[in-house]
């Protein structure tokens, strides 16, 4: 049983470089979501997507892009990182259900580091 | 506006009860989770409840939610040494497209033997 898998699991970037990170499902669930967490802050939602080809801003958008091209693909994307972008970053996802009632399944997370 | 708060830390003795609190603004909630984190990896999901309940038991947890006070509670029966994690309170409400969550800080809960 898969879930949600992301990849990488560390990383250690440059301040200026680029990366992506890669959130894949195996359950066919129609949404997706990138968070990021920081020490007694819980989670903030980056950006989300409700299906294929479509994806939108959350709480805390700027700095990151993310494409949704494939139904179990979602990527993550930091043009230039910063250290502020330091942090863990989660992605879930979830069936949309009526009234909220599924839950999301969340990744094991990625940790960035930013120098 | 959306904002859910826990309190930060939690020490238990192993075989005591432990109860973790949560408050939440959003009157239009309509499930409200609660998600367990060991260190290292991500979040699993334990249990939720739907608004228009007062409580929901589950083995060894219980959910109490005081929809007035807007207040929301998980009690750890029996609490072991391997429930020793953080634990967030989530709020899911109809409006929020996406079925967004919003996240408290999370409680870290420390169970010494």
């Known amino acids: 049983n898969a879930g949600v898998t992301q990849t990488p699991k560390f990383r250690v970037l440059k301040t200026g470089q680029s990366m992506t990170l890669l959130c894949a499902q195996d359950m066919n669930h129609e949404y997706m979501y990138w968070y990021r967490q920081d020490p007694g802050m819980g989670l903030r939602l980056i950006h989300y997507s409700v299906g294929e080809g479509t994806t939108a801003k959350g709480e805390v958008p700027d700095g990151y892009n993310v494409s949704r091209l494939k139904k179990q693909n979602f990527l993550l994307g930091l043009e230039s990182a910063a250290p502020s972008q330091t942090s863990v970053y989660f992605c879930?996802?979830?069936?949309?259900?009526?009234?909220?009632?599924?839950?999301?399944?969340f990744g094991d997370g990625t940790r960035l580091s930013i120098l | 506006g959306e904002d859910v708060e826990q309190s930060l830390f939690l020490s238990v003795r192993e075989g005591d009860s432990s109860v973790i609190n949560c408050t939440y603004t959003?009157?239009?909630?309509?499930?409200l989770y609660w998600y367990k984190q060991e260190p290292g990896a991500g979040l699993q999901l334990l249990t939720y409840i739907f608004s228009n309940m007062d409580m929901k038991q589950d083995q060894r947890l219980t959910v109490l939610l005081n929809k007035k006070d807007k207040h929301l509670s998980l009690r750890i029966a029996d609490t072991q040494t391997g429930d020793s994690a953080i634990y967030f309170c989530a709020e899911s409400m109809i409006k929020a497209a996406g079925n967004k969550l919003t996240f408290g800080g999370g409680t870290r809960v420390l169970v010494k033997p």
């Open positions: 879930a996802s979830s069936y949309p259900g009526r009234r909220g009632n599924q839950p999301q399944h």
């Open positions: 959003d009157s239009s909630s309509t499930y």
